[in-house]
């Protein structure tokens, strides 16, 4: 079983639809949860972090954890052709320099 | 400007023939990272370092080779390249204490 498993798509949805994106995980030292989105050819670029549990809101995306679930999700909100991207969730412990990748969903906006 | 720099981008090699992707990074971080990429199974991460002299294991080390002499540099070593390392490569840098990470382009090596 992975660490992290995260549903790769793709996820075609028309241009102003609310958008959800998960990942589970199975290491309960995981402390930090991370969003990133990466455009074709281009490498990745932090969207959004969340320390804990809780829900992070920024604009159109909002991050949630549940870590007694074990679960994050993403929701982009009125999504834009410009959102069209892979999405990747990254986790880590405390005092480390590791970090752990999901797969990455595939998300097309149509307008 | 504030970048991660990788060389080459686009490598064509055959098998056993060594090779170095170098990586550096002008903002001073602490934590450097190698990652590679393949469709359906994400980044994962090969080699870090917390600081200069320091460097672990990530997921995927085996056939890799990394040091840290230089706190802006970070290059990965295939000492005897073989076709499963075909892939699409990433160098990643962050500050200490933060969680963003920066990353370079990518360097595509395709091993014959």
């Known amino acids: 079983q992975k660490e992290v498993e995260q549903d790769p798509g793709p996820l075609s949805v028309p241009e102003g639809a609310i958008v959800s994106l998960n990942c589970t995980y199975s290491n309960s030292a995981f402390q930090y949860f991370m969003w990133y989105r990466q455009y074709s050819r281009k490498g990745p670029e932090l969207l959004m972090y969340?320390?804990?549990?809780g829900n992070k809101e920024d604009g159109r995306f909002t991050a949630q954890v549940d870590k007694s679930s074990k679960y994050i999700s993403l929701f982009i909100r009125d999504s834009q052709p410009s959102d069209s991207a892979t999405y990747l969730c990254?986790?880590?412990?405390?005092?480390?320099?590791?970090?752990?990748f999901g797969q990455g969903t595939t998300l097309q906006v149509k307008p | 400007e504030a970048q991660v720099t990788q060389n080459p981008r686009y490598l064509i090699t055959v098998t056993g023939k060594k090779l170095t992707v170098t990586c550096s990074q002008n903002?001073?971080?602490?934590?450097m990272s190698w990652y590679r990429q393949d469709p359906g199974l994400g980044l994962r991460q090969i080699y870090y370092s917390m600081n200069v002299e320091v460097t672990d294991k990530g997921d995927v080390p085996e056939g890799y080779k990394v040091s840290r002499k230089e706190k802006r540099n970070f290059p990965l070593i295939l000492e005897s390249p073989s076709p499963n390392q075909t892939s699409l490569y990433f160098c990643?840098?962050?500050?200490?204490?933060?969680?963003?990470?920066?990353f370079g382009p990518g360097t595509r090596l395709t091993v014959l």
């Open positions: 990643a840098s962050r500050a200490g204490g933060h969680n963003e990470q920066f």
């Open positions: 969340t320390y804990s549990s």
């Open positions: 903002m001073n971080h602490e934590y």
């Open positions: 990254a986790m880590r412990g405390g005092n480390t320099g590791k970090l752990i």
